[in-house]
C-alpha cells in the first residue's frame, strides 16, 4: 500500500507578469489576483510518499534559508521553516526521510533542503541519512548556469549536496530503477535544461508531480507559459506530450506552486482544448 500526503512549505510572492510571461494581465489576474507590488501568491509543495520500503519526499519548496533581506525580496512569506512543520504533522522526522527528489535546483524547489538561516550559523542539509535524487541535466545547469537563471541557483547547496556522498543523479539510464517498482521519471528541456518529472503510481491512478513544467491550475491551458521559461515553444510541446500521457492512462498532475489546488485530472473538451477537472485542494491518499 502507497499513501501519499501533500506537504506545504513555505509560501512566495511573485511578479504575476513574470510568472504569466506574454499572457496579458486583463486575463491572468481572473486566475491569480495580485497585490499593490503585482505579486501574486504562490505555494512551494512537496508530496510525501510512503510505502512498505521508503519514505520520499518529492521536492523541498523554497525553505527559509535567505537572510530577511532576501527573504524579502523574494517574497517569502515565513521565517520558520514550514516544510519540516508541515512533516512533523504528517508524523515524520527529517531523519525518516529515505529520499528527496528535486524536480531541478532553483531555489523555490530545493532552497527546503537547507536549515532556516540564523545569525551567524552556516547553512545545513536538514536531511541527515536521504538520497537526494537530481536530472543529471539539472545538476550540470546548477554547476554551470546561464547568465539568465543564474541568481535562481545556491550554490552552497550544490557544495552541501557533493560533500554529503549521497547525491544520485537520474538521467535514461537509471530513471526507471532510482527508486524501484512503481517509480518513472521524465524529462523537459523547457522550462530549465533537464527538468526531472517522478510519476509515482496509486491505487487511484498515477501521479505526476510536475514541478514548473505547470506550476499550477492555469498554465495546463497550453498558451500560458513564464517569462522565467528557457525556450517557451518547446515548453508547450512538452506539455501537450505530457497531458495526452497523463489523459490516456487517467492519471492526476500534482501542483507545486498552486495556492490553492494541489493535483487535478485532465481531460480535453469538445474543442478538442485541454481542461483542468476534478481539482484536489488537500491529498492524504492511502
Known amino acids: 500500500m502507497v499513501r501519499l500526503d501533500s506537504i506545504e512549505g513555505n509560501t512566495q510572492r511573485l511578479d504575476g507578469g513574470a510568472m504569466f510571461g506574454n499572457c496579458p494581465r486583463a486575463v491572468w ?8 507590488l503585482n505579486r501574486i501568491t504562490l505555494a512551494c509543495r512537496g508530496l510525501l510518499v510512503r510505502d512498505q520500503q521508503q519514505t520520499v519526499l ?3 519548496g523554497v525553505g527559509a534559508f535567505f537572510e530577511p533581506k532576501m527573504r524579502d525580496r523574494y517574497g517569502v512569506m515565513e ?17 525518516q526521510v529515505d529520499a528527496v527528489v528535486l524536480s531541478h535546483l532553483h531555489f523555490d524547489h530545493a532552497g527546503g533542503l537547507l536549515s532556516a538561516w540564523a545569525e551567524g550559523e552556516p547553512p545545513r542539509l536538514v536531511f541527515p541519512r536521504a538520497r537526494y535524487l ?12 546561464h547568465s539568465r537563471d543564474r541568481a535562481s541557483f545556491v550554490p552552497e547547496l550544490n557544495a552541501l549536496l557533493e560533500q554529503s556522498g549521497r547525491l544520485d543523479l537520474v538521467d535514461d539510464r537509471n530513471a526507471s530503477t532510482a527508486l524501484g517498482a512503481g517509480w518513472s521519471f521524465a524529462f523537459s528541456d523547457g522550462h530549465t535544461p533537464g527538468l526531472t518529472m517522478a510519476r509515482v503510481e496509486t491505487p487511484r491512478g498515477p501521479v505526476t508531480f510536475v514541478g514548473d513544467l505547470m506550476p499550477g491550475v ?6 500560458i507559459t ?3 521559461d528557457r525556450f517557451p515553444e518547446l515548453l508547450i510541446d512538452e506539455k501537450k506530450a505530457l497531458l ?7 492519471g492526476w498532475v500534482y501542483f507545486t506552486h498552486d495556492p490553492k489546488t494541489v493535483a487535478c485530472r485532465v481531460r480535453k473538451d469538445a474543442k478538442g482544448k485541454y481542461e483542468p477537472w476534478e481539482l484536489v485542494d488537500r491529498m492524504t491518499w492511502g
Request: no cysteine; aromatic share 8%.
Open 29 to 36: 489576474t481572473k486566475w491569480a489576483p495580485a497585490d499593490e
Open 58 to 60: 518529492l521536492e523541498a
Open 79 to 95: 521565517p520558520e521553516h514550514v516544510l519540516l512543520r508541515s512533516l512533523a504533522a504528517a508524523g515524520v522526522t527529517p531523519d
Open 134 to 145: 537530481v536530472g543529471r541535466t539539472a545538476w550540470e545547469r546548477a554547476l554551470h548556469p
Open 218 to 223: 492555469p498554465w495546463v491551458h497550453v498558451p
Open 226 to 228: 513564464m517569462g522565467y
Open 244 to 250: 495526452d500521457r497523463v489523459i490516456a492512462e487517467e
